[in-house]
């Protein structure tokens, strides 16, 4: 039987790996320049953990399971309950504000399309512990920070901003109850998402009565904060929603990045646990899924039996990101670990002792070095040297007789013949 992978996971070859590595690399870059601590969990929970507050979206995406003690446990789909659970555990020891990072393998059982897999990496950054919108303006910096080093720019990705805490008061305001909100929510963030015959038929759904259905789609047509806000009329609630996000572009134009940033009242958020700022990144160029989403999640630690305590964050995937820099020719940059700085080689099978050890040596000292397995002439072992990569050979040939070796610098092409003892000891001293 020809055993396959399963689908929607991906194996990483070693060319794979190094993208993905070049991607994670970056993104504990950014989080440690943005004075985030990295964090992880256990890749599995309870199952009622995510089934609680996450939503019924992605309580429908589960890989759950029994255990042999018969609990109910599911892998985890997003890290944001994990590091509710976890802040809850030790609330009263930890240092705040708590700004935490972390970049777990995640699995949800969607329907594998173009950037989206059952498998897949996740870069999360989250502060706990600040109400004021200044923390939602450090997560988007965070993430566009990361965005601006990878290599992208204004003209290819926007961050779409918006607030549930506005949409709430202006949906309560035009008499949808608020035990209705979750549901609603969750069809108005299928907006963009599916086609248009399909959201009004969901919508219907969702608010039974005509007129209010009318008022929801004129509201989701509004295209700039101050079209909203003649929506909000006197409702205060909805001012202060609306000061929120005008102190958060502030924020944002002071920490120099109001170019990369957008309100859009179409930014719902799929996941049930969002109360204010929320927010998606997109590309520019196409019609992709977000490459990263977020928000506020004021009342989670408390819905997870903590404090009251607020808290903000956003969560970043490698697949629509993996697609966007390919397309930019940016993963060129991604090097397969491990270029070979000293290529060994020996001209004859006598002298492969006498190679080993000193690539012994050259590794003890910290360098990358390789040799040929099989030997045979100097001139395949060279010629091996080069496929690889590698930048410098060390020839060891009958100079040796008398300690010496040949060292070959492969891009320039010299040779200079030099004291074995004098090359272990610059190798040492070498940065
Ligand atoms: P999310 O919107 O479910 O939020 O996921 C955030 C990002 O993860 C997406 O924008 C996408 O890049 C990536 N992603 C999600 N599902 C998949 C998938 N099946 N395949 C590939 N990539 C995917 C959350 O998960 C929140 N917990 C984020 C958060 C942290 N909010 C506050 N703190």
């Known amino acids: 039987m020809k055993i396959q992978a399963v689908k929607g996971t991906r194996d990483f070859y070693p060319e794979d790996m ?51 003690g018969e609990r109910m446990l599911a892998i985890r789909p997003e890290i944001t309950p994990t590091l509710a659970r976890m802040v809850n555990q030790r609330i ?37 512990g600040v109400d004021d919108c200044l923390a939602d303006a450090e997560v988007i910096f965070c993430a566009v920070d990361y965005l601006i080093e990878a290599g ?17 008061s202006l949906l309560e305001y035009f008499g949808i109850e608020e035990s209705q909100l979750d549901k609603v929510y969750a069809v108005l963030d299928k907006k963009a998402k599916v086609p248009p015959e399909a959201f009004e038929k969901m919508l219907e759904e969702a608010i039974t009565d005509a007129d209010k259905r009318v008022k929801v789609m004129n509201l989701m047509a509004a295209e700039t904060l101050v079209e909203l806000e ?8 909805a001012k202060k929603a609306v000061d929120e996000l005008k102190r958060l572009f502030e924020y944002l134009n002071v920490m120099g990045i109001s170019e990369f940033c957008t309100f859009d009242i179409g930014i719902v958020r799929g996941l049930a646990y969002y109360t204010g700022i929320v927010f998606e990144i997109y590309d520019k160029s196409q019609q992709l899924r977000a490459i990263c989403g977020g928000g506020r999640y004021d009342n989670l630690l408390a819905d997870f039996g903590g404090p009251k305590i607020t808290a903000t964050g956003m969560g970043m995937g490698d697949c629509v990101l993996g697609i966007v820099l390919e397309e930019k020719g940016i993963f060129s940059k ?17 002298l492969r002792n006498d190679a080993l050890n000193i690539i012994a040596k050259i590794r003890r000292a910290g360098k990358i070095a390789d040799f040929s397995y099989k030997g045979g002439g100097l001139g395949k072992q060279l010629k091996q ?22 060292l070959k610098d492969m891009i ?20």
């Open 334 to 350: 991604a090097a397969v670990n491990g270029v070979i700085e000293y290529f060994v080689a020996y001209a004859e099978d006598a």
């Open 152 to 168: 992208l720019g204004s003209d290819d990705i926007v961050v779409r901003i918006s607030s549930r805490r506005l949409l709430a």
């Open 92 to 128: 009263n020891a930890l240092p705040r504000p708590i700004k935490w990072f972390s970049v777990p393998r995640l699995c949800r059982a969607e329907r594998p399309q173009k950037g989206r897999l059952r498998e897949f990496f996740q870069w999360n950054v989250d502060i706990i």
């Open 230 to 237: 003649q929506f909000a009329g006197n409702d205060e609630n």
């Open 385 to 406: 040297a080069s496929a690889a990569g590698a930048k410098q050979c060390v020839i060891i040939g009958q100079e040796y007789s008398q300690k010496k070796l040949i």
């Open 18 to 68: 190094a993208r993905r590595n070049f991607i994670v690399d970056g993104w504990k870059r950014a989080s440690i320049r943005n004075g985030f601590l990295e964090f992880d969990g256990p890749i599995f929970e309870y199952l009622a953990m995510y089934q609680q507050k996450s939503g019924d979206e992605i309580a429908s995406q589960l890989f759950a399971f029994e255990d042999r």
């Open 412 to 431: 320039k092409g010299e040779q200079v013949e030099i004291v074995e003892s004098e090359f272990l000891g610059q190798l040492k001293n070498a940065d």
